[in-house]
């Protein structure tokens, strides 16, 4: 039997967010359910301390590139508190970024999904943290390429399940999907998910961590019926592309507004400070406004970023600080964050025609 130490880095997560699903470290929980099947104990820390007993081996996480610092300090503390111990980084930057990973001192680095085909069909060791949801993967991969994107570089094997019924344990069910609805079988899987019921009668609802592709939504405007009748929350359309493509976005907020989803239920993911300019970008947000659907801004970092100094609450900040793309200032990149967040209150609250009135969300009390 061996004594194993799975670590999560101190990753700038706020504490009250360290259990959401967006963060939660599941290749670390299957992993621990993998190595309790050998027989092995397990402990996991979330954060950097002493173990327990001293382990036989380490296998640390990572998460973005621009988080490798942590995993560096990670690997570092461990390696001075236990010299003689192997240790192991894996994950997203680990996989994106090997070379760079293999230089914080680690013995050896893991790329792509851990013990391919093994550990990956463990069920995650949940016991481990306290959450009231559960986390599937119905695919690996992704048959796009899309340059802001490492999937296809992480998981190059596309594969997709065709049920996920003896899966289900909780009432949440959280996808992990890269691209949920380009599963041939997804029908099928939201089907089980409409029709299962626990003892108690209960139902099960879910949603995906990643925005839904709306190109197979007007392809096949019946997996948005299939997602209601799962009671899938705030489905999430990725607009990457140009301004120019608004008649196509609008068509697929109506393949989910004619399946029964309010305009409220309703998200836009935006990538900003990339290729499209700010004045694009602020067009694509004001056709949101118009549509009365809410957006998820995602701040562009380059996939070999190993570092991000963005201080959200700084009036200003140098380019040395943080990536701002060419066509884009320091100032745009904290303009768009504002509007998204002053549009988003404005629709919350039904102001008139979606328009921002000046500290309006102080006077707001939620219920």
Request: aromatic letters at 12%; one cysteine or more; a positive charge.
């Amino acid at each position: 039997m061996k004594r194993i130490l799975l670590v999560e880095p101190n990753f700038p997560i706020p504490a009250k967010s360290k259990n959401h699903c967006n963060f939660l470290p599941i290749g670390l929980l299957k992993i621990a359910a993998y190595h309790r099947s050998l027989g092995d104990s397990v402990e996991l820390h979330r954060g950097n301390f002493q173990a327990n007993k001293r382990p036989d081996e380490i296998k640390v996480t990572s998460l973005f590139t621009y988080w490798s610092k942590q995993v560096w300090e990670s690997v570092q503390y461990y390696k001075e508190l236990y010299p003689s111990t192997r240790m192991e980084v894996g994950g997203i930057y680990a996989s994106l970024m090997p070379e760079h990973a293999k230089a914080s001192g680690s013995d050896d680095v893991k790329t792509g999904l851990y013990k391919k085909g093994i550990a990956e069909d463990f069920e995650p060791a949940y016991d481990l943290v306290d959450v009231d949801y559960q986390i599937v993967h119905g695919s690996r991969g992704c048959f796009r390429k899309c340059n802001f994107c490492g999937t296809w570089k992480i998981e190059p094997d596309v594969t997709y399940k065709k049920s996920i019924k003896d899966e289900i344990r909780k009432r949440k069910v959280v996808f992990y999907d890269n691209n949920l609805i380009a599963n041939p079988h997804i029908k099928d899987i939201l089907s089980e998910l409409a029709e299962y019921k626990f003892p108690d009668q209960s139902r099960v609802y879910c949603e995906s961590q990643s925005g839904l592709d709306g190109r197979v939504l007007i392809k096949d405007p019946g997996i948005a019926i299939c997602l209601k009748k799962a009671r899938f929350q705030h489905p999430r359309i990725a607009w990457d592309g140009p301004y120019a493509h608004w008649p196509k976005i609008k068509a697929q907020i109506q393949v989910l507004r004619d399946a029964g989803f309010r305009a409220d239920d309703i998200f836009i993911f935006m990538l900003f400070n990339h290729e499209l300019s700010y004045e694009e970008m602020r067009a694509k947000l004001d056709a949101c406004r118009r549509w009365k659907v809410r957006v998820i801004d995602c701040r562009f970092r380059p996939l070999n970023s190993t570092a991000d100094n963005y201080k959200p609450n700084a009036k200003s900040q140098d380019e040395e600080e943080y990536y701002i793309h060419k066509g884009w200032t320091d100032r745009q990149v904290r303009a768009f964050r504002r509007a998204v967040r002053r549009q988003n209150i404005a629709l919350i609250l039904d102001l008139p025609n979606g328009r921002y009135i000046k500290g309006v969300e102080r006077r707001y009390i939620p219920t």
